[in-house]
């Protein structure tokens, strides 16, 4: 199998995991879903000048991009992932690490280039709500992506 298809797989299981935990998260906390990703996909149509709407149809379609690039970002970084260390096998710890960090980084990274968030003004409770869903999503990528990598042709 191809290491692109092996690392989109391993980004899917991983996104899959970083799903579960936040929504467990939410569950066990009772808190609110997080609207930065609504307010991320805004701020990008507006720099695009592309119009999502007007009134419930521009609310759906910010949730259901915002959503989606969540997606994006999961498959991206296990890609990215996936082309580094396709010829050299990083120890778990490293691996793990690695993914949880590309995770956290191509979600974080727009939002506060584009002014949505600022990571250094989070309390304890949102570090720990981001954190923990993206170690969800390095570790199950890893573990994917290595058991595919393991398989035989």
Known sequence: MHTIVKSLIAGAAGTSALNLATYLDMAIRARAASTTPQQTVERLAGLADVDLGHDERAGHRKEALGALTGYATGAGAA???????????????????????????????????????????????????????????????????????????
């Open 79 to 153: 890609l990215c992932y996936g082309l580094l260390s396709s010829r050299r096998r990083p120890s778990w710890p490293a691996g793990v690490g690695a993914l949880t960090a590309l995770a956290m980084a191509g979600s974080n990274v727009p939002m506060t280039v584009l002014g949505v968030t600022d990571p250094r003004e989070w309390p304890v409770s949102s570090w720990i709500s981001d954190v923990v869903p993206h170690l969800a999503y390095g570790l199950t990528a890893y573990v994917a992506y290595e058991l595919l990598r393991s398989s035989p042709r």
